[in-house]
């Protein structure tokens, strides 16, 4: 069997993955080779080694019109037909439908009989309305796959309510490379110079990783810590971007202990999850969340928003975190305080929090998701 992945573009992120994927496919004596629509997207600023890619890579031809805030680009990519026509793939799966090539490696796949595979992460908090144009597009999709691949419960959900066939429907949690974090962290609370760095901050700290764009909605943290006014608070913002200027205004303002400390490299991530009690995700606008995964992997609690599909599917409410609104205001400054009442008691239980989502959202679990759907949609031939 030849497989062909077809995603928007190689992330930090998504590499651990891809190469356990690859390494899986070879043990079964199958051929993996993953293709990115883009080298790099002009909204992102990673940074990615190309030395840790070890699975059969491309990158396709093609120019990004436009990137919208939530890191959608619009692009043509005329190199995808010579890319599967050159590949001659048995299963394609791609990363979604808001594609021009997804939908080119879609039909090409109806025309010439090879399996499709969908992989999708939107929800119903996400997506918005099934019905018009864009629904339309979906069902026809989604009729024409052989299988499809979930990340998380929430997605399952939105592939049954627009017509996908459950029994062919697998979740896979979405992750990063679990360990990596948990390790990380470890070794940044264990550092000699630890204490004396973590005693320069407020005695209750959390911590944001992300964009600072409005769909983040880190400005509701913002306002929820204000109301508090307490100077024992801190909350330290890893990230940059176009809202930036505006919520350091803010914070200057009021006088609030909050640490911008603009964005960082993956490799530099594990020592700010060391520091912080608690993590807080409070987008209004996130299909998954990937900073959930680091979080609890590097042993925090973590307050995530209920429009983030991994609260759902990672956190074990009242013990590793809780779904917060971040409409109510009032509501995540109660969360905060009682949180930072009880934070002895978190971090006592760190370890555990992080071994436990080790154990359960690592790479290996994922890769075997995608492992289990080539093998449904190829027996089915």
């Known amino acids: 069997m030849k497989i062909l992945l077809i995603t928007n573009m190689f992330t930090p992120y998504w590499v651990p993955l891809l190469n356990e994927i690859s390494r899986l496919a070879a043990e079964r004596g199958w051929a993996f080779r993953a293709a990115a629509l883009s080298g790099m997207e002009s909204n992102r600023a990673w940074r990615l080694n190309a030395d840790k890619c070890r699975f059969d890579a491309a990158v396709i031809r093609g120019l990004d019109v436009k990137t919208s805030e939530r890191g959608l680009a619009v692009r043509l990519n005329w190199g995808m037909l010579k890319e599967l026509s050159g590949y001659n793939p048995d299963v394609i799966i791609t990363s979604g439908y808001d594609s021009i090539a997804y ?43 052989d299988g499809f691949i979930a990340y998380g419960t929430k997605a399952k959900e939105y592939l049954e309510c627009i017509g996908a066939d459950g029994s062919r429907i697998n979740i896979c949690i979405n992750t990063v490379d679990m360990e990596y974090f948990r390790e990380g962290a470890k070794t940044g609370r264990g550092s000699v ?68 400390e603009g964005f960082k490299q993956q490799d530099s991530l ?110 089915a031939a």
Request: net charge positive.
């Open 270 to 379: 594990p020592e700010y999850y060391a520091l912080a009690d608690v993590f807080v995700l409070p987008s209004i606008d996130e299909v998954w969340g990937l900073v959930v995964n680091e979080a609890l992997a590097a042993g925090q609690y973590v307050l995530c928003s209920k429009y983030a599909g991994a609260g759902y599917d990672l956190i074990r409410p009242g013990w590793s975190g809780e779904l917060f609104d971040p409409d109510d205001t009032d509501g995540l400054a109660e969360a905060i305080m009682r949180l930072k009442a009880s934070a002895p008691k978190i971090r006592e239980r760190r370890d555990e929090i992080s071994r436990r989502a080790v154990g359960e959202f690592g790479i290996e679990r994922s890769a075997q998701a995608f492992i289990e759907a080539f093998e449904s949609v190829w027996g």
């Open 103 to 145: 939908w080119q490696a879609f039909l090409y796949a109806r025309a010439t009989g090879r399996k499709f595979v969908l992989r999708s992460g939107t929800t119903m908090m996400s997506a918005g309305s099934v019905r018009g144009a864009r629904g339309l597009l979906k069902r026809l999709l989604i009729k024409g796959s």
């Open 193 to 260: 110079d630890f204490a004396r760095r973590r005693g320069s901050y407020p005695e209750f700290l959390m911590l944001y990783s992300g964009q600072l764009i409005r769909r983040k909605g880190l400005s509701r943290a913002l306002a929820a810590i204000d109301r508090l006014h307490d100077p024992d608070i801190g909350l330290i913002v890893v990230g940059s971007g176009p809202q930036e200027a505006e919520l350091k205004r803010f914070c200057e303002g009021r006088g609030l202990n909050v640490y911008f």
